[in-house]
């Protein structure tokens, strides 16, 4: 008997030969057909960050049992968020929810699972209009009036303005 370790799926054919004192020969033959056999999925990307409200394209690639790609069999893969929120369109592009998370998505196929992290960041509010003095020659004892315009793309939108004294008056 003899033992074969297969390294790839395919089709092999095996020929066995025997001849007895030199004068009868004979020979047999198999075919082995070895299938491809979904082993792992990778998610792509594997680890991301984006801001709130912010779109991101998810794939998967799947592997078989020798480790090489193989072209993923039908289900097509099933996406899912598993924690932290969010929303999936169109199976695997993923939006952001509107708050700080970690969310966990899932890509599934059959019983192999793979799964994706997404680190979800709040912006901050961005400067629209800087600060700015709109009193003329302002004279000590006194008072001036000061602007700023900020926004904020994160739900309530409602900004609290502080002013502080940086520096040591003249």
Do not use: C, R
Request: net charge negative.
């Amino acid at each position: 008997s003899t033992v074969v370790t297969f390294f790839a799926a395919g089709t092999y054919t095996f020929q066995a030969q025997s001849s007895l004192l030199l004068l009868f020969h004979g020979s047999a033959s198999i075919t082995i057909t070895v299938d491809q056999t979904l082993s792992s999925i990778v998610a792509s990307p594997a680890t991301v960050s984006m801001f709130a409200g912010a779109n991101q394209n998810f794939s998967a690639s799947g592997f078989d049992q020798f480790g090489n790609a193989m072209t993923l069999p039908p289900p097509q893969v099933e996406w899912q968020i598993i924690s932290g929120g969010g929303k999936l369109t169109g199976q695997s592009h993923y939006t952001a929810p509107d708050y700080s998370t970690t969310a966990i998505l899932s890509a599934s196929d059959q019983s192999v699972v793979a799964y994706a992290t997404v680190t979800v960041t709040n912006p901050g509010p961005s400067i629209q209009m800087p600060a700015t003095n709109h009193t003329n020659s302002p004279s000590a004892p006194g008072s001036i009036q000061l602007s700023v315009n900020a926004h904020d793309t994160w739900p309530p939108n409602t900004l609290t303005y502080t002013w502080s004294l940086t520096g040591a008056p003249p």
